[in-house]
Nanobody, 118 residues
Framework: VQLQASGGGLVQAGGSLTLSCAAS????????MGWFRQAPGKERQFVATINRSGDSTAYVNSVKGRFTISRDNAKNTVYLQMNNLKPEDTAVYYC????????????WGQGTLVTVSS
């Protein structure tokens, strides 16, 4: 299983970015997917998760109403649409897969850097 995250970059506060995470493997549609982030000097933080069918999502409070997680099982891809970005959103963002339906994340992407300037 390989997860390839992309879409990070430099954006001004108030701007938007969409992250993508492309997964290998024929059973993507059976995986819960999540996004996490790690800011410099801080621990990795949960950001959002989506269930296998895409009809149930959850977010950390700090991004509710600004970020949207979605998935396209036909393309083996999960997305994170980020709007109204704030400097405190600056971090390396990682996608992850819960491949065994046990609410632990078994596979991780390499991370993509999001930098929000004030």
């Amino acid at each position: 299983v390989q997860l390839q995250a992309s879409g990070g970059g430099l954006v001004q506060a108030g701007g938007s970015l969409t992250l993508s995470c492309a997964a290998s493997g024929r059973t993507f549609s059976s995986w819960r997917m999540g996004w996490f982030r790690q800011a410099p000097g801080k621990e990795r933080q949960f950001v959002a998760t989506i269930n296998r069918s895409g009809d149930s999502t959850a977010y950390v409070n700090s991004v509710k109403g600004r970020f949207t997680i979605s998935r396209d099982n036909a393309k083996n891809t999960v997305y994170l649409q980020m709007n109204n970005l704030k400097p405190e959103d600056t971090a390396v963002y990682y996608c992850a897969a819960d491949a065994y339906a046990d609410y632990t994340y078994d596979y991780w992407g390499q991370g993509t850097l999001v930098t929000v300037s004030s």
